[in-house]
C-alpha cells in the first residue's frame, strides 16, 4: 500500500524530506561527522603501526622458532597480524570518537549555561 512513487515524486521533488534541521542539529550534525572522521582517521594510523609491530615478530617467529615453523602456516600468521590490526583500529576509533563526543557535550553545556 502507501503513496505510489509517482504521486511522491510530485508531492517530494527533492527527495530530502519535509522536515528541515534547525541550525542548532545542523551543527550538532556536522561535529558528529567531524568525530566520525576523526576517529577514523585515528584508527587507521594505528592499525598501520600495529600492522608492521605484528609483522616483523611473527614472520621472525616463523623463521627461526622451530614449533611456530611447524604449527603457524601462511593463514595464522595472516590470522595473527589481521587480529592485531583491527583490534587496534576499533579500540583506537572507540576512544577517539568517545573523548570527541564528550567534548562536544561540555561545549553544549558551556553554552548552554553562557546562554541562561
Known amino acids: ?45 594505528a592499525a598501520s603501526i600495529a600492522c608492521v609491530a605484528s609483522t616483523v615478530p611473527t614472520l621472525a617467529a616463523v623463521r627461526v622458532i622451530p614449533w611456530a615453523k611447524a604449527n603457524l602456516n601462511y593463514t595464522a600468521q595472516a590470522l595473527i597480524i589481521s587480529a592485531a590490526s583491527i583490534a587496534a583500529f576499533f579500540i583506537t576509533a572507540d576512544k577517539t570518537i568517545l573523548e570527541c563526543a564528550r567534548k562536544n557535550a561540555q561545549l553544549e553545556d558551556a553554552l548552554r549555561h553562557k546562554q541562561q
Open 1 to 45: 500500500m502507501g503513496i505510489p512513487s509517482e504521486l511522491r515524486d510530485i508531492l517530494l521533488p527533492n527527495k530530502k524530506g519535509v522536515f528541515v534541521a534547525s541550525p542548532a542539529e545542523e551543527r550538532k550534525i556536522l561535529r558528529t561527522e567531524q568525530c566520525t572522521s576523526e576517529g577514523v582517521r585515528a584508527g587507521f594510523k
